[in-house]
């Protein structure tokens, strides 16, 4: 026991604020999806079809603070990322449920509190499980480059990789 | 049911990577502690005594891929962080348990997933519950300016302070 605790009145309270600013965004469900208050429920990208049943919340609203940014995705249940690549990397973090990652030549499963590194230049998308939305927190520079989605040749190539090929999603 | 689930032979493998590259590290418990596969545990600190019961996980470790670290900590039970400042920024996602989130003037309850937004040159500690661990994601820039401490002054200041001056840990 700290010899602080003789003190602690407000140990109870949910917030005690004397300058009355708060640098807490709280946690809470909508339904079945992860929210944070005062904190945007955003389209994954604001155009194209190459994904399935995905939100993006920005996490942490002043970018301007850090070079990287933290953005929390939820697929739902049999949705998906977009298949792509690109110069910068991806840290992830899962922070619910079940999917896939598919990276480069390998596919894996998924769960909570799971890390998944996306490396430079590497093909990659994520995929909640049919029966349970996969909610992820990924970091990335707040300067990079725009993804790229695999030409036609390379989609065929795809098509007929040994393994992944009936799972990849384009 | 997206038409591609016809294909998936692999769907109940944990693990086909037909590369052998993984690029997932797994999470698990440790007793009650969170760990990731080959993420080392670390002292949260190379010196100093001003925090109690604090570890350290880097969760990526090629910090050269992005301009930001992702760190874990976890603090045990009664534990707390250094009471400090500094002039880069925090963005704190809380992963588990309960504690206390003071920055500045205030003091906030947190649990799982709240967000804490440390501004620049201003005080914060984390305190754990007495009787629940707080782990929590940290994101910092990788070049950044090492924590000062309060100076005696400051100290005295703080103590006084009407409602942290029993709660913060010196």
Chains 1, 2 share one sequence.
Request: with cysteine; proline share 4%.
């Amino acid at each position: 026991m700290n010899s602080n605790n003789a003190g602690l009145a407000t140990r109870d309270q949910t917030v005690d604020s004397s300058s009355g600013t708060s640098y807490v965004r709280r946690f809470s469900q909508e339904g079945s999806r992860y929210r944070w208050e005062g904190v945007d429920l955003k389209k994954y990208k604001e155009e194209g079809t190459h994904f399935k049943s995905v939100t993006r919340q920005n996490l942490f609203s002043d970018e301007s603070l850090q070079p990287c940014e933290l953005r929390y995705f939820e697929i739902e249940p049999g949705g998906h990322s977009t298949f792509e690549k690109h110069v910068h990397t991806h840290a992830i973090i899962i922070l619910r449920g079940r999917g896939r990652a598919i990276v480069g030549d390998s596919m894996e499963q998924v769960q909570a509190f799971d890390l998944v590194e996306v490396p430079s230049r590497t093909w990659h998308q994520l995929q909640a499980a049919d029966d349970e939305a996969l909610g992820f927190v990924c970091q990335v520079p707040c300067e990079r480059d725009r993804p790229i989605r695999p030409t036609d040749a390379e989609r065929q190539a795809l098509s007929e990789h040994p393994t992944l090929g009936g799972i990849i999603r384009l």
